[in-house]
């Protein structure tokens, strides 16, 4: 990279770091069985929800492992030293609505024609468009609503596609997460508007365990958007969240992710560690699509997967992430075949700038009773400057002889040429980095609902803008 | 319009532009010619800006300002365009999107009548930047870009190479076409092929060796080297001085 270039290489500005300050009751830092038992009480929760929490606990504090496989380094964290609830006192403060009014996000007179669940640190503030929804059948509501209004559903699927012993962070959030979203659609509804939940980070101590439910019943389906954003503080924060999607026979999914939590400052101070679980079951003949842009996190762990139990059953897996500074990203899918005539997509795209590191890792497993099954992988990576790296670890397992699996890998640079080349265009450094960023990320950003694929374009534009190294 | 004084010029440390001079006044055609590894497309590239040649010395002037230290966009926008003897490819955007960005009045009509101009089919518009396209499409593309964005000077990187003779006339045809247009557009050719002159006569033609442009003359010098080669110009040369 010339000397030129790196005279562009400033600190792009996060333009959400901004803190509200409302009243709140935030609980004391630590975690133990009483804390778990108040959280409940103060939502209200039956016993058996609140019995679930103590033996995820319990499984917690005793299997307690800290995961340390992935291709990350980072502090280990205290879990003794964060807040695991902070719920503001009043949710009519008209400084949430201000806040999100901030955020571009309005709650009232939204223009915008999709259903916003607000949550802003522990608890879920407002979910629009409700009466449209009701008018479907479609339940879309707080997962703490949910859990004392629906309790069937919650008991049959609350913990059914990640179990509150899947892993460390799965464990941790069964027992103490506070809110998220829980939606429903019945038999042969398609969702007429795009759901979506807007996750706010605001108190500076707390955890954010989010926990997401989603179930579409046979033959209905929905494109749901997810979005995240937090203050800027010097001192790393914990999200660790856990989503479930269950597609019934016939269904579909979409899952579409716009990440965008403080990546912490240039020398990787501060910042949001993402530990996420996301994992969506599909039966018969039905279709789960996930699709993420992860552009912020200091740390981001995550690997949206599918088990694909139904015959027929599709999985796809669309991913650009773009690491910058001392960001850190591991990310991927798993596509687990079980039923037979089973396909799956993945296509991840990476792209790392000044000193960050950006992982891939995946696995495709072909069960023996997924016959004829297919997958097909690929994993493109663009380099920007000489000091961020890439990583890919695929993980391929077929058991029979009828499925078929391709796997396409590359590894590209942005060449000095194709600077030239725009710049003797007379386009700017800046507006050709972009476009070459923007032209790499086409065929994820394209499968975006609209509005959130102008929102993510415009992220991708304004990061690398200035942060070119 | 362009005015090269003294010019030395090196990159990592190497010396490859030697005590170079060169003037090409409104409206003139020059050719500058010389064997492979001589300089030819490192001085397109000095000209333009390329951030990765160094000048050591002298200077470029362009229609009366000084372009050495100005960064390559900016020079670009001064007027002088370069097509590049092989274009890059970006995937990911369509020819359409690129040739917006060229020039925001871009719409539809005016690109179509564009390409009907230059014999580009429209569908190429929809297609990604000269992804999967051949030599002769992408050097069209080239000319396409220089239509649009109105260059006052042109230099020309091996435009020939790689091209059959119906589209390099063709080529040539608009180019004329243009500089008619444009008359006090000037036009830098850089080629190492003589045949050259059959689709376009020159007012100057330089020989560059070794970093240095060691001959100058009108048409009548392509025909020495096309009779004794670049081997035997130089042999005679220095025979010459002796």
């Known amino acids: 990279m010339n000397k030129t270039f790196k005279k562009t290489l400033k600190q792009k500005k996060y333009n959400y770091g901004f803190y509200t300050k409302v009243k709140s009751k935030t609980f004391p830092l630590g975690l133990n069985s009483m804390i778990i038992k108040r959280l409940s009480k103060i939502k209200n929760e039956p016993k058996w929800m609140t019995k679930l929490r103590l033996k995820s606990y319990y499984h917690w504090k005793n299997n307690k492992k800290y995961p340390e496989w992935a291709n990350l380094k980072y502090k280990k964290l205290n879990f003794n030293k964060i807040s695991y609830f902070s719920g503001i006192k009043n949710k009519k403060d008209k400084k949430i609505i201000k806040t999100f009014d901030k955020l571009g996000l309005p709650i009232k007179n939204n223009k915008k024609t999709i259903s916003i669940d607000y949550v802003f640190d522990s608890i879920s503030i407002n979910t629009t468009y409700n009466k449209i929804l009701k008018k479907h059948g479609i339940i879309f509501c707080s997962i703490s609503e949910a859990i004392i209004k629906y309790q069937k559903l919650i008991k049959k699927y609350l913990g059914s596609v990640v179990p509150y012993y899947d892993n460390f962070y799965s464990s941790l959030n069964t027992a103490v997460f506070s809110d998220g979203s829980f939606c429903y659609i019945p038999k042969g509804i398609k969702c007429p508007i795009d759901l979506s939940t807007y996750f706010r980070i605001n108190n500076g101590k707390i955890g954010q365990f989010e926990r997401t439910l989603i179930i579409v019943d046979e033959g209905g389906s929905v494109s749901y958007l997810e979005g995240c954003t937090a203050p800027i503080r010097q001192n790393n924060q914990l999200h660790a969240a856990v989503v479930e999607l269950i597609a019934l026979k016939n269904s579909k999914i979409k899952y579409s992710t716009v990440q965008n939590w403080y990546p912490g400052d240039k020398h990787g101070k501060g910042g949001i560690y993402n530990f996420v679980t996301k994992r969506g079951i599909c039966k018969k003949k039905s279709k789960i699509s996930w699709i993420q842009v992860e552009t912020g996190s200091s740390v981001t762990w995550k690997y949206p997967s599918c088990i694909l139990e139904g015959d027929n059953s599709i999985g796809e897996f669309r991913s650009i992430s773009l690491s910058k500074n001392y960001q850190q990203i591991d990310t991927g899918s798993k596509m687990i075949h079980i039923g037979k005539n089973t396909s799956s997509l993945i296509i991840s795209k990476g792209i790392s700038t000044n000193y960050s590191k950006n992982t891939y890792r995946g696995l495709v497993k072909i069960c023996k009773s997924a016959k004829n099954s297919k997958n097909y992988t690929q994993c493109d990576s663009l380099l920007i400057g000489n000091k961020c790296s890439t990583y890919t670890y695929p993980n391929i397992i077929s058991m029979n002889k009828t499925s078929k699996i391709e796997h396409e890998s590359t590894i590209s640079k942005v060449e000095d040429e194709q600077i030239f080349y725009c710049n003797q265009r007379g386009i700017s450094k800046d507006k050709a980095m972009s476009i070459i960023v923007s032209g790499f990320s086409y065929n994820i950003i394209n499968k975006l609902p609209l509005e959130f694929a102008l929102e993510a374009k415009e992220l991708l534009k304004i990061e690398l803008e200035n942060s070119v190294g | ?242």
Do not use: A, W
């Open chain 2, 1 to 242: 319009m362009l005015k090269i004084k003294n010019l030395y010029s090196s990159i990592n440390n190497t010396l490859i532009i030697k005590n170079l001079n060169l003037k090409i006044k409104n409206g003139e055609i020059h050719i500058l010619m010389g064997p492979n590894g001589s300089g030819k497309s490192t001085l397109s590239y000095i000209i333009t800006g390329k951030p990765k040649y160094k000048i050591n010395k002298g200077e470029i002037i362009f229609c009366k300002k000084k372009i050495n230290e100005l960064s390559p966009d900016k020079i670009s926008k001064l007027g002088i365009f370069l097509s590049f003897q092989n274009p890059i490819e970006i995937d990911g955007i369509t020819m359409f999107n690129f040739l917006k960005i060229l020039k925001k009045k871009n719409n539809f009509k005016k690109l179509y009548k564009l390409c009907k101009i230059l014999n580009i089919d429209k569908k190429d518009l929809y297609r990604f930047f000269n992804l999967g396209f051949s030599g002769g499409e992408k050097k069209k593309n080239e000319i396409l870009q220089m239509l649009i964005l109105k260059p006052k000077f042109i230099i020309l990187d091996e435009i020939d190479s790689g091209l059959d003779i119906d589209t390099i006339k063709y080529l040539f045809k608009i180019i004329k076409i243009y500089l008619k247009n444009n008359p006090k557009c000037s036009l830098l050719i850089i080629t190492h092929n003589t045949s050259i002159i059959k689709y376009i006569i020159p007012n100057k033609v330089h020989i560059i060796y070794n970093g240095s442009i060691i001959l100058s003359g009108n048409s009548e010098l392509i025909y020495k080297i096309e009779k004794i080669g670049y081997n035997g110009l130089i042999k005679k040369k220095y025979n010459d001085k002796k």
